[in-house]
């Protein structure tokens, strides 16, 4: 594919947006270790942040923010914070906020369904895979969002981007948004968390998936 006859502002937009959801989808793929929470205290998350905000979710963003000044106060915050990781999203049980889409969309709260079995052939159809040290189902959070990622990234294999915008945006709503608020209300329903880092970057995907959505809808439509 000629890139010259792809429109460049798509393009820019389409690696910016395949930064943001691989930042989610690392974030949410396992706990942070204690390297990565040094490096965000001492600002590595700010530009991340800045971006966010500049897009307009700049109250979700100084949320999440607030929660890595929050680490600097306590000598056990990666420990915490990894406990805080497993409380939501290790433990089992229907009420808890575990981060599988079948979890909401199937019914009973059960894993492995529908949602499961139509990553997987997404998955397949574009020739990716879970790496191995990853035993989720595929329709864990983390891959949906890096499976995003993987789309933004591939903007410049075709010149049909309308087209592109409507099947990514397609995929946020009937395969994100349609179970990211139930997951959302869970983890907001879990008072025993030492930090609320993990609901304050809930908030923020959540945000960024609906303007993302309507971003793409324009480009859909030839906005």
């Known amino acids: 594919m000629n890139s010259e006859h792809i429109d460049p502002e798509w393009v ?16 949410f793929a396992r706990e942070l270790g204690r390297d990565a929470m040094a490096l965000y205290q001492a ?26 000044q ?5 000598a056990d915050a990666a420990v915490e914070n990894a406990a805080d990781f497993a409380t939501l999203f290790l ?9 599988y889409a ?5 019914g009973g709260g059960q894993l492995y369904g529908k949602p499961a079995l139509l990553m997987r052939a997404m998955l397949a159809s574009n020739r990716l895979r879970l790496d191995e040290p990853f035993k989720e189902p595929e329709d864990h959070l983390a891959v949906m969002l890096g499976l995003m ?19 990514q945006a397609a995929f946020i ?8 608020d139930a997951w959302l209300a869970g983890m907001h ?7 609320r880092f993990y609901p304050a970057l809930g908030a923020l995907l959540a945000a960024f998936l609906r303007q993302d959505r309507d971003y793409l809808r324009s480009v859909g439509a030839g906005a």
Do not use: N
């Not at 820019?12 to 974030?27: E, K, P």
């Not at 433990?91 to 981060?99: F, K």
């Open 12 to 27: 820019a937009a389409s690696h910016m947006r395949s930064q943001l959801y691989g930042w989610f989808s690392t974030l």
């Open 43 to 68: 600002g590595g998350a700010a530009e991340i942040m800045s971006v966010l905000a500049q897009l307009g979710m700049a109250r979700e963003a100084d949320a999440v923010a607030g929660v890595l």
């Open 70 to 74: 929050e680490w600097a106060r306590h």
């Open 91 to 99: 433990m089992e049980g229907r009420a808890r906020p575990l981060p």
């Open 102 to 106: 079948s979890h909401y969309l199937d």
């Open 149 to 167: 990622s993987h789309w933004a990234k591939a903007c410049d294999r075709s010149a049909d981007c309308a087209g592109q915008a409507r099947e």
């Open 173 to 180: 709503e009937s395969a994100l948004l349609s179970w990211i």
């Open 189 to 195: 329903a879990i008072k025993t968390l030492t930090f």
